[in-house]
């Protein structure tokens, strides 16, 4: 989580400026995950989930929804 350093005047200033650097914090956060995400399908690191599928839909396990 990012440093954030109180200057706010008022009760609703430091709200929104906490606010502001959550949002940033969360949309990094998501960026990273997505990359990582992206970098482990193209390492094959999640093939074995979609074989484990095919197999699962093969052998009737799975139902249409």
């Not at 430091?14 to 502001?20: A, D, S, V």
């Amino acid at each position: 989580m990012p440093e954030v350093e109180c200057e706010a005047r008022s009760k609703k200033e430091l709200l929104k400026t906490l606010t502001i650097k959550l949002r940033e914090a969360l949309e990094a956060r998501e960026k990273a995950w997505d990359k990582q995400l992206e970098e482990d399908i193209k390492a094959g690191k999640l093939d074995h989930l979609s074989e484990e599928a095919l197999e699962e839909i093969k052998a009737g396990k799975v139902i249409d929804l």
